[in-house]
């Protein structure tokens, strides 16, 4: 598209929408100053996407902040894709990977609390195919010390890994295995457990398909699909009618674009649609990295962990569980031989491993803004939430552009801390 017709479809989709929660059941909205937050710095957060989509560099941002319970910010900036000038809002469906995760974690402690397992089992109690699963040490095959447990697979411990890199056997052999066109979890189990662990379970964190695996068991222990068991034990009790595995047909279109940045043209790409999964008619419940949803629907999930597990009359969870599983789970010495997304990353320190999501041990060493305690998570596609349980404060974002060389998770904390006139803490 030139950019002499690009500039009044931007134009057109830069136009604020507001704050709009209070038709947002379970989602009150209230102005900011009613919870100590300044609405004129807040507005920090609209410009702020609005200079990156106006600046080219995400096709669409969507926003949105509570704080105590209360949506202070809702907003979005852009257009669902350079190949559909639709404007995103706050029911545009975005694909948000890796922010599956916590909801995987979730599903299994509701389990958890129905007493099904403990945290010290082996997975292979739950999924026999890993009974008697090797280590590759060196260049020899070996028993590992110890089965990996169910604790292991929340905390990316368990000796796991995702293929990701070349420079290892086991994770040229998962990207042999073609782990992700599987049928179907029975299918991508076996394909694991059939390839060595990377390490001794236990020993190191190392980002994996650990969650995918946690999935895995939740079909056992409950008997149903994934996606049954979240929409019945999550989706519906929260309201989140917008999240899902497989987007049905009648709301495709609302799904946003996949895009990838183009560093050598400078400009936005849309991602090759053989490097797409397709969003429909989806078999392989991937609790790793499947879900699409909403801000507003994550929202929903966000503020029913804040809350200690509780959302608008509804308990998934006791304040008692949610409180273990916001605990930080990794010894010094695991966590400083961590590899991947976190928590061991050069841009994140500070940070460590709760039960399936990030945790803030050291905010004074942490990369933004940030509270002790305070969980989050972010998905390969540039999605991100943060829960601050001290401020009250829930921030999303959401994007679709996969390797994204932008910043923009933590402008997003900048811009919303700094608009608070008091503290919680205080």
Sequence with gaps: MKSSTLLPILLLALAPIGV?????PGLASVKPERVGVSAQRLARISELIRDYVGAGKYAGVVTMVSRNGRVIHLDAAGRYGVDNDTPVSADTLFRIFSMTKPVTAVAAMILYERGEFQMHDPVSRYLPEFRGQKLLNGDELVAPASEM????LFTHTAGLTYGWTTDNPVDLAYRDAKLFASRDLDEFVA???AIPLRFEPGTRYHYSVATDILGAVVEKLSGQTLDVFFEQQIFEPLGMADTFFSVPPEKLHRLASMHTWDAENGQLALMPAEHTADASAVTLFSGGGGLVSTITDYMRFCEMLRNG??????????PKTVQFMSSDQLTPEVRAEGVGEYPNDDLYPGQSMALGFGVITNPAIAPSI???GELSWGGAAGTKFWIDPEEGIVGIAMVQLVGSPWPLRFDLKVATYQALDELNSH
Excluded at 20 to 24: G, L
Excluded at 149 to 152: A, F
């Design 191 to 193: 394909k694991v457990a």
């Design 309 to 318: 597990g509780g959302f608008n009359g509804a308990r998934l969870l006791g």
């Design 370 to 372: 940030s509270s002790r």
């Design 20 to 24: 709009a929660a209070d038709r947002i």
């Design 149 to 152: 447990t169910m604790r292991q």
